[in-house]
């Protein structure tokens, strides 16, 4: 089945203690996003990633990292989690950014941070 | 640079009935317009998009819109409004010089009444 997987699903951490969500996707698709959903402010960009060794800055990046080694994983990492990210977390897949082909959403991580 | 605006965090519309939902945009190339539902605990799903060709686009579950360039807007309709259709539904922006990045609008809940 094409999807998009995320995980864990739910993640309730401490301030300061590193964490990863991993993301990965198995269309061979080359564009990958990642996704925070807060109430009132939409879905707000964090990073995306054209392709594989390339990664650029949505409209939110502080406080977050990316890496795409390989195609098919974009994991989201919080080096010191703040409860500010306290959010629900979206990772999204494309065949292509260009074109604007669908984007796939997995079906979301929802982080706490006390 | 690129934003939406979504009119109304929530709608309530009567079973049977019209549904409109708003969306304007800013951009200052041509851009590219989404919507999206999202149903209760799931990730987005992609209703339709406009790319440049008909201003009039048809989607899934009998949703269309229209682009009108003169107004910057791409409200959302669907001639009958079925109980099915209660979600959250987002407008996205994308723009050809900036490839890959994508704004989302806060987002409008839909509730239907029998």
């Known amino acids: 089945e094409a999807q998009v997987t995320q995980n864990p699903r739910y993640l309730i951490t401490v301030t300061g203690k590193k964490l990863t969500v991993t993301c990965s996707q198995n269309m061979n698709h080359e564009y990958m996003s990642w996704y925070r959903q807060d109430p009132g402010l939409g879905l707000r960009q964090i990073y995306y990633s054209m392709n594989v060794e390339v990664t650029d800055k949505g409209d939110v990046p502080e406080g977050y990292k990316v890496s795409r080694k390989e195609k098919r994983n974009f994991p989201l990492i919080l080096e010191s989690p703040s409860p500010n990210q306290t959010s629900l977390y979206f990772c999204a897949s494309s065949l292509s950014a260009f074109l604007t082909y669908e984007q796939y959403f997995g079906p979301g991580t929802r982080l706490t941070v006390t | 640079a690129q934003s939406v605006t979504q009119l109304g965090s929530h709608v309530s519309v009567s079973e049977g009935a019209l549904v409109l939902l708003r969306c304007n945009y800013s951009s200052s190339v041509p851009p590219y317009l989404f919507w999206y539902v999202q149903y209760p605990n799931q990730g987005l799903q992609l209703l339709l998009k406009y790319t440049s060709a008909a201003t009039l686009v048809k989607g899934i579950n009998g949703f269309e819109a229209e682009f009108k360039k003169s107004e910057t807007s791409f409200h959302l309709t669907k001639p009958s409004a079925h109980m099915s259709d209660a979600a959250e539904y987002f407008c996205?922006?994308?723009?050809?010089?900036?490839?890959?990045?994508?704004?989302f609008g806060a987002g409008t809940q839909v509730v239907v009444t029998p």
């Open positions: 996205a922006v994308s723009e050809s010089d900036s490839w890959g990045k994508f704004q």
